[in-house]
């Protein structure tokens, strides 16, 4: 696997320096639409029996494993470009805004920029910081994967994984983004907010579920996986800031609630995955 060299990154453009890893299931795969640009490296993730269907202008990778969170690691593994986008399947890309990620990320060496999402109305998805904020375990909880641009060689080299316990398909089945983030500022790799916007996804996510009480005791697994033994301080804050929206007595449930993920965040993955087809123009191989 090539990746792009420092050097050879200042003299091109962004955009060749990119790969965008889109995570899906089998059934799902025919919604996706990838961005069309052929410098991008484009590569679909599937999961879930079945054949895999073809993807025009993108290399295709089957996984043995389920769970979001272990298709971003395999994301992380076959990457060939040195900045990699995670993507989901219902997610349209903006590669305007990806590109001056990128060059956000080469100017300050930082190892993640978190961009911004819209809605298919092109409204903003939240209230993101302000441009140029570093990001910290206080102001990266609500970050989604496809505003998540990295630097793979970063990464890589400090050995930050998604921890597979965390994301759809798995028993907590929010905060993969938050855990990972959370991780790379723990290893000594640097994030910032850039006021670009990512991509657009569909008005629903599961980043904005609350209402059920397993939605809740999820949320309260995660803080305490990323504030560890300094979770009941971060548990009470979310709590309040929450309270109009959880009500008294949910909101002192969830301040109370010290459960820790269960299992191992290294588990051993059964498959790690093979390339399956790769239907990119010639002229798109490196």
Sequence with gaps: MTMTTPERAASTSPLADLSVCYSSLRERVGRIDPPRDPAVEVVVLVQGPGPVPDVPGARTVRLGSLGVARSRNAALDVAGRRYLLFCDDDVEVDLDGVAAGIERLRRTGAAIALGRGTSPDRTLRKRYSPDGTPLTLLNSAKAATYELLVDVEQVRAHGVRFDHRFGAGAQYYLGDEYVFIADALRAGLRGVAVA????????????????????????????????????????????????????????????????RPLGSPDAPVPDPGLPTHDTRPEERHR
């Design 196 to 259: 670009e916007v990512f991509g657009t996804h569909p008005a629903t996510s599961s980043g904005s579920r609350w209402g059920t009480e397993a939605d809740r005791a999820v949320r309260a697994v995660v803080l305490n996986r990323v504030f560890g033994r300094h979770a009941l301080p971060a548990r009470v804050a979310f709590a309040a800031r929450r309270l109009p929206r959880l009500g008294p007595r949910a909101a002192l449930r969830f301040a109370l609630d010290g459960r």
